[in-house]
């Protein structure tokens, strides 16, 4: 199992700074989601041929590696010309993941929950130009459902994932998504199986409870989502159950810490983050291989 940060909370730290920081917070991987000067959110990525072998000799020399590349665009939204410009996006994004020397990216299904059926058009029309290529580039695509996409639960995205019918192509569990997800982390996960590779490690509160009450949005009837990225233990994920779960399903994959809340102490709460999972992992997994953090 590789442990990886998403670095998300210190994407101000300059690039070629940041795999020694990594480094100091303890990880040796690093799973690169979104930042203006690499992949930025649903544009176009920035970085060129020169700043990629810069970033390499980076990693090298702080002993850090990328797990994965996390890119988000809008390849599966029901506006055509948002849909081609978000394939085009993708395609320098494989390029530059080849270049890093990494195989493994992932990323969430997109689209409109509003407009399930065109947005899954979507998601196909896109998969049938980038499935030949991730699979001709030996890259692993791994996907998970987001609140607010067209697939929002566990069970329904481990079946869309199933029906794309790819090795190359797996399920990514995001433990502070649970509770979009249908609840139920340990059915999605059995119900995954072997195509469980990835895992997202964060806390969120349950905003079901309280009949529905525990966060009050206005006006009422609003579509929004809500959800946290908080430290481990500060929500209501079962993390004992999340990771029994995962041992008994043979879990060997990529488990990233991807804290989002607590950008003033950023470097502490990475820190923290990290030596809980190692907890977790010493009561679960104390019969396999240790993991590399």
Sequence with gaps: MKIALDPYMLRTVPLLSLPG????????????????DFM????????????VAAFRSALSSAGVQVSSVLPLYRWSGPDEDARQA?????????????????DVMNSEFNGRPSQPDV???????????????????????????HPDDFIEDGIA???????????NVSFLYCAPHTFHQGGDLAAVMRHAGPLLTHVHLADSFDHR????????????????RIHQHLDIG?????????????????????????????EERASESSRVNLARVNEYLD???????????
């Excluded at 029309?125 to 030996?138: A, C």
């Excluded at 500060?234 to 043979?250: A, H």
Aim: proline content about 7%; some cysteine.
């Design 86 to 102: 978000a394939v085009r996006y993708w395609k320098r994004a494989i390029q530059i993941t080849v270049d890093l020397g990494v």
């Design 40 to 51: 930025p959110f649903f544009l176009h990525p920035r970085i060129d041929s020169s700043g």
């Design 234 to 262: 500060q929500g209501e994920v079962d993390w004992d159950l999340f990771f029994r779960t995962l041992n008994e399903v043979g879990f060997d994959g990529i488990a990233t810490v991807c804290v989002f809340a607590w």
């Design 119 to 145: 947005s899954e058009a979507q998601f196909w029309r896109s998969l049938e130009e980038l499935l030949p290529i991730f699979e001709r580039e030996g890259v692993r695509l791994v996907l998970e459902p």
């Design 209 to 224: 409870g309280s009949s529905g009450l525990r966060y009050i949005v206005n006006p009422p009837g609003s579509t929004a």
């Design 157 to 167: 995205g481990v079946d869309l994932v199933r029906g794309i019918n790819s090795p």
């Design 21 to 36: 920081l990594v480094a100091d917070l303890g990880y040796q991987y690093i799973e690169m989601s979104p930042r203006d």
């Design 283 to 293: 009561k679960y997994f104390a019969d396999r291989p240790t993991p590399q953090g």
